[in-house]
């Protein structure tokens, strides 16, 4: 029996907030198969921005993302030699978002989208304290565990959270992998720029429309699409307005390999436009450590190259004069969980 419909409600741009677009790529969700709804994504005449619409509504959350959603299961959905690669990839990457900063353990990070807090436990092992490390997640689960182990966990959406948290406080934000997911990014990067301290520093990665992947797989079976999950994708130029109207300045876009996109678009083609389904099974992104290590080498050196991949790193610093907000600085004592 084929999944019912989810439902669905139009929206505006989440960059500029128009309501001007076209449509530009269609398809299902190739992935989990949660509805037999057929998405499209649509891009904003105004700015420039890619996102889908109509999309579903937030009642549909547990749908879209099932049980079985990787990020829930990633340590046992990834293969062991890819966790173990991730991992060491993964260390170099945490070190580089502290290393600006001449006093370490004294340092205040916040990870939105903090999964299992895989990143705040390697923070804690370079040296930061505990207490001085938080989290944000829509996993109690997970939230509960961090908070017993010393870790400032906060479960919810940020912005159900973000009244907890203290503002000009943060000297490290990181967003990674999650702005394509949220209902308002405009918003999203507004707050984030409000809770980060002057001099502070967002360190944002998402995917890119840039990329050569992206291209390609335009019509619809770019694994960036994600359909339904992704609901905005950006590029350099909607970036820096979202991080520029936010207050904030941009540093420096960094191209990041996007090996899962490239596999997951064979996929996609594979299994639905080639109708080779038995082929498309050996496209894993999560599996298959051949396809990972070749896509990940091809983004690798075109990067280096100078060529914009699909996955994109963005650093952007707020500015060391006062803020224009007029509002107090809400306080560390007065964090709602910790009284």
Same mark, same amino acid.
């Given at each position: 029996?084929?999944?019912?419909?989810?439902?669905? $409600?139009?929206?505006?741009?989440?960059?500029?907030?128009?309501?001007?677009?076209?449509?530009c790529?269609?398809?299902?969700?190739?992935?989990?198969?949660?509805?037999?709804?057929? /998405?499209?994504?649509?891009?904003?005449?105004e700015?420039?921005n890619?996102?889908?619409n109509?999309?579903?509504?937030e009642?549909?959350?547990?749908?879209?993302?099932?049980?079985?959603?990787?990020?829930y299961?990633?340590?046992? %959905?990834?293969?062991?030699?890819?966790r173990?690669?991730?991992?060491? &990839?993964?260390?170099? $990457?945490?070190?580089?978002?502290?290393?600006?900063?001449?006093? $370490?353990?004294a =340092?205040?990070?916040l990870?939105?989208?903090?999964?299992?807090?895989?990143?705040?436990?390697?923070l804690?092992? &370079?040296?930061?304290?505990?207490?001085?490390l938080?989290?944000?997640?829509?996993?109690?689960?997970?939230?509960?565990?961090l908070? %017993?182990?010393?870790?400032?966990?906060?479960?919810g959406? &940020?912005?159900?959270?973000?009244?907890?948290?203290?503002?000009?406080? /943060?000297d490290v934000i990181?967003?990674?992998?999650?702005?394509?997911?949220?209902?308002?990014?405009?918003?999203?990067?507004?707050?984030?720029?409000?809770?980060?301290?002057?001099?502070? !520093?967002?360190?944002?990665e998402?995917?890119?429309?840039?990329?050569?992947?992206?291209?390609?797989?335009?019509?619809?079976?770019?694994?960036?699409?994600?359909?339904? !999950?992704? @609901?905005?994708?950006?590029?350099?130029r909607? =970036?820096?307005r979202l991080?520029?109207d %936010?207050?904030?300045?941009?540093? !420096?876009? $960094?191209?990041?390999?996007?090996?899962?996109? @490239?596999?997951?678009?064979?996929?996609?083609w =594979?299994?639905h436009?080639?109708? !080779?389904?038995?082929?498309?099974?050996?496209?894993?992104p999560?599996?298959?450590?051949?396809?990972?290590?070749?896509?990940?080498?091809?983004?690798?050196?075109?990067?280096?190259?100078?060529?914009?991949?699909?996955n994109?790193?963005?650093?952007a610093v707020?500015?060391k004069?006062?803020?224009?907000?007029?509002?107090?600085?809400r306080?560390?004592g007065n =964090?709602?969980?910790?009284?």
């Amino acid at each position: 029996m084929s999944p019912s419909s989810l439902q669905l $409600k139009f929206v505006r741009c989440g960059v500029c907030g128009a309501d001007n677009w076209h449509p530009c790529a269609s398809g299902k969700d190739y992935e989990y198969d949660t509805s037999n709804d057929v /998405f499209r994504m649509v891009r904003c005449k105004e700015c420039g921005n890619v996102y889908l619409n109509p999309r579903p509504a937030e009642v549909e959350f547990s749908r879209i993302y099932p049980p079985n959603y990787y990020a829930y299961n990633y340590d046992t %959905a990834v293969h062991p030699i890819a966790r173990r690669a991730k991992d060491w &990839l993964d260390a170099g $990457k945490v070190k580089s978002w502290i290393a600006p900063f001449e006093t $370490k353990r004294a =340092l205040r990070v916040l990870d939105v989208g903090c999964g299992n807090g895989r990143y705040l436990t390697m923070l804690h092992r &370079l040296g930061l304290a505990k207490h001085q490390l938080f989290g944000v997640e829509m996993d109690a689960t997970a939230i509960d565990r961090l908070n %017993a182990e010393g870790y400032q966990g906060f479960y919810g959406r &940020l912005e159900d959270v973000a009244d907890e948290l203290p503002e000009n406080y /943060f000297d490290v934000i990181v967003l990674l992998q999650v702005l394509e997911h949220v209902a308002n990014p405009a918003e999203t990067v507004r707050c984030l720029g409000r809770l980060l301290r002057p001099g502070g !520093r967002l360190i944002l990665e998402t995917p890119n429309t840039e990329g050569l992947d992206a291209k390609l797989f335009q019509g619809g079976c770019w694994g960036g699409y994600h359909f339904p !999950r992704h @609901w905005n994708l950006f590029d350099r130029r909607t =970036l820096t307005r979202l991080v520029t109207d %936010a207050g904030l300045t941009v540093d !420096r876009f $960094k191209a990041l390999p996007s090996h899962a996109f @490239w596999i997951l678009s064979y996929r996609h083609w =594979l299994a639905h436009h080639q109708q !080779r389904p038995r082929l498309a099974s050996l496209f894993d992104p999560l599996q298959n450590v051949s396809l990972l290590s070749v896509f990940t080498g091809f983004d690798w050196l075109r990067s280096k190259m100078g060529v914009w991949t699909s996955n994109l790193q963005l650093i952007a610093v707020k500015p060391k004069s006062p803020p224009l907000s007029s509002s107090p600085e809400r306080p560390f004592g007065n =964090l709602q969980h910790l009284s």
